[in-house]
């Protein structure tokens, strides 16, 4: 169908420019280039949800600003093609039906983009959900009066009065679907055409808010934190030919990070050590408060020459100097110089086996007898430091706890205390009596050292290889084990830190751990920390301490927080059971499904309400009583089972009319998705306009048939 040309040379030059580019718009040309980008993008589209999954998809392509911009380039195309031939003819009348179809389609697709929701709601059985969880974030700022200890949840329940809260403001936030610095190993398109919220995204009023890295889901670990391997023995077998063969050398992980030490009486300031138990003995792991400390762990191996004897010897490291002494020798004596230091130590006590004194704050003793129930011997020392006339300080040393040793840090002296095992019996170094034992600390370098106490001499006092390359640990009277690190956390105090994790598709946003570094400035005051943000409590029952900042300034505090965006779909969702069945011979789910009830908001638990089955592949309609959305839920995944016990089943077992019955063996958690499409009927009605404009067409015969010319 030809078009009609508007532009004649009498027209001035603005006329005749402005109407080239209305034909310009109306031109088939135009048509078919935006058709086949938008068919490209599409294309691409695919593959990238393939790969990467929906939140990649939406975030680089669906949601970026030139799709918008080529999908509205293509609309006005549709719309100038059909204005441009206006008054229309009547054998037109399919084109224009078709055009309007078209447009219309395309604002559905704008309407769900803009006001669409799809969601994620976990409910654990027996229990009811109202809010469902969207996969994008935000920032929450809450201004209150300056007090000690203030916190967003402290706020939320205490009694005061509302208005004592200043402000909650939202600040919005686009992170991605990766870890900020995985898009310098991507390609450019589409990943750096989409927008990311970076730098400053909030200023007002004294408050600035600054995020300068972000990781679309991470892990929380305690610092410092220590993944060691251990090899298993390797033991000779015989061959195909007869000839014995070492087998492969098999590797087992172990974890290891400090306690919080605030409350051991006295404290200590760089947390508690951890312990395993594994083949060949026990490995320690704690941190060394400084580079003293460090340099007394290097030297603490005992002196050969003077024994062990029979309670042990001490070594003690003060003033850059090693000195040594039995405890049978000291026990009991009067104070003895150490060296060239100034100071003087008195052994005082010796504990053959330290037990718990009834009534009193947790100290050494009692924590070494809780970790160690009956585990003697178990010997302690303490003993006595003085400088001159001051107060004396109190070192108290054990002999097969050394992560829980009270060194002199005032008076920067370190110890270890050695005691000969060598005597033990089969059944008490079976009974972890003794046993050999591997010392790892990080020292304020960075750096991990150990040393290797074989029950009764310490045989190796090295530097740890952080690069993974293999060291003799434990020897066997069968094997020689090994051990190397895989992975190092180092912190110079015990603390929290966030890692990031490798990005996988399949991950939920309920599920991912979010976290964004941010500054943040108040009335001139400006920290900078790391934000977690927590999946749903229900799937993250473990609290975080990173999960929220307070920041003050003068005279008020700014409680900052990183939750998800949620929508409250305005009834409750009660699942009363869920259902799965496995593929035979395997635990691969074959079917799920949740059996729920709708309620009213203030309805209560036990009420009967309106019954329906959500399954993978029938989902179910339901409206909002008050805003009259129509939501459809999907049965998109689930989490379990969970065993009597667990806390998921401590939350299902709430619900009163289950206490009168049979008590389930185990429950599990549904995750359904929660969707809104403000455009799905809108889209229905472009398409079925599509329709009846190409049936038209056809009806017409406009293009397809032209008239037969009549001759006279």
């Not at 504990?351 to 585990?375: D, F, M, T, V």
Request: include cysteine.
């Amino acid at each position: 169908m030809a078009r009609p040309r508007l532009r004649s040379p009498e027209q001035s030059f603005p006329v005749r420019f402005l109407l080239g580019l209305y034909e310009f718009a109306a031109s088939l040309r135009l048509a078919v280039v935006l058709l086949f980008a938008a068919a490209f993008v599409l294309g691409w589209a695919t593959f990238v949800e393939s790969e990467y999954g929906t939140r990649a998809v939406q975030f680089g392509i669906y949601g970026a600003w030139w799709f918008t911009l080529l999908f509205a380039l293509l609309a006005v195309n549709i719309f100038a093609a059909a204005a441009i031939r206006y008054p229309w003819k009547r054998y037109q009348t399919g084109f224009v039906i078709t055009h309007i179809g078209l447009l219309t389609l395309l604002l559905g697709c704008l309407l769900s983009r803009r006001g669409g929701i799809d969601a994620q709601m976990p409910i654990v059985e027996g229990e009811a959900g109202q809010r469902a969880f969207e996969d994008t974030e935000h920032f929450e700022l809450t201004v209150v009066p300056q007090r000690a200890a203030t916190s967003a949840a402290t706020e939320a329940t205490s009694n005061k009065p509302q208005d004592e809260l200043v402000e909650v403001t939202h600040v919005p936030f686009v992170g991605g679907p990766f870890n900020w610095e995985d898009y310098q190993h991507k390609s450019p398109f589409p990943w750096r055409f989409a927008q990311r919220d970076q730098g400053l995204i909030y200023d007002h009023d004294g408050i600035r808010l600054e995020v300068l890295d972000y990781y679309s889901n991470s892990e929380e670990v305690p610092a410092p934190h220590l993944r060691l391997k251990l090899s298993s023995p390797r033991i000779p077998r015989p061959g195909p030919d007869g000839k014995e063969v070492l087998p492969p050398e098999i590797w087992t992980r172990h974890e290891f990070s400090l306690e919080d030490g605030s409350h051991v009486q006295p404290p200590r300031p760089f947390g508690l050590g951890m312990r395993q138990r594994v083949g060949g003995g026990q490995i320690v792991f704690w941190l060394a408060g400084s580079e003293a400390e460090r340099q007394a762990f290097l030297a603490s191996a005992p002196d050969s020459s003077v024994g062990l004897g029979e309670r042990g010897q001490v070594v003690l490291h003060a003033g850059g100097q090693k000195h040594s002494f039995l405890v049978s020798e000291k026990l009991g004596q009067p104070a003895f110089p150490l060296g060239e230091s100034g100071l003087t130590a008195e052994v005082v006590n010796y504990y053959a086996s330290p037990a718990p004194k009834p009534g009193a704050a947790p100290g050494r003793l009692e924590l070494i007898e809780s970790q160690n129930p009956g585990g003697s011997p178990n010997p302690a020392v303490e003993i006595l430091l003085r400088q001159g006339d001051a107060e004396p300080l109190r070192m108290l040393l054990f002999a097969t706890m050394p992560e829980l040793n009270e060194q002199a840090y005032g008076l920067n002296v370190f110890g270890s205390y050695w005691f000969d095992f060598g005597g033990q019996s089969s059944e008490e170094l079976l009974a972890m009596k003794g046993e050999s034992r591997i010392d790892i600390i990080q020292g304020q370098d960075e750096k991990l050292y150990y040393r290797y106490f074989n029950r009764r001499e310490v045989p190796i006092v090295a530097e740890l290889p952080r690069d993974g390359t293999p060291v003799d640990a434990f020897k066997m009277p069968i094997a020689q084990l090994r051990m190397k690190v895989e992975r190092l956390v180092p912190a110079t105090k015990p603390e929290r830190q966030v890692l990031p994790l490798a990005f996988k598709k399949e991950t939920l946003p309920t599920d991912a751990f979010r976290a964004a570094k941010v500054r943040a400035t108040v009335d001139g005051n400006q920290e900078e920390f790391w934000l977690v943000g927590l999946p749903p409590a229900i799937l993250a029952p473990i609290p975080s301490p990173l999960s929220e900042r307070v920041v003050a300034g003068q005279g008020r505090s700014v409680v900052i927080r990183f939750p998800l965006d949620e929508v409250d779909v305005g009834f409750k969702i009660r699942l009363d059971e869920f259902e799965r069945k496995l593929d035979p011979g395997t635990s691969q789910a074959s079917h799920f499904g949740s059996q729920v009830a709708f309620l009213e908001p203030k309805e209560s638990l036990t009420k009967q309400g309106l019954a329906r089955s959500i399954s993978m592949n029938a989902p179910v309609d339901f409206s909002d009583p008050g805003s009259g959305k129509s939501y459809r839920l999907f049965q998109e995944a689930y989490r379990g089972p969970f065993p009597q016990g667990s806390r998921e089943y401590q939350l299902s077992m709430r619900r009163s009319e289950r206490a009168s019955t049979s008590l389930p063996e185990q429950v599990y958690i549904s995750i359904l998705t929660v969707n809104y499409d403000p455009g799905r009927g809108v889209k229905a009605i472009g398409c079925l306009l599509v329709v009846a404009g190409i049936v038209t067409m056809f009806y017409m015969r406009a293009y397809f048939f032209p008239q037969k010319k009549t001759t006279a």
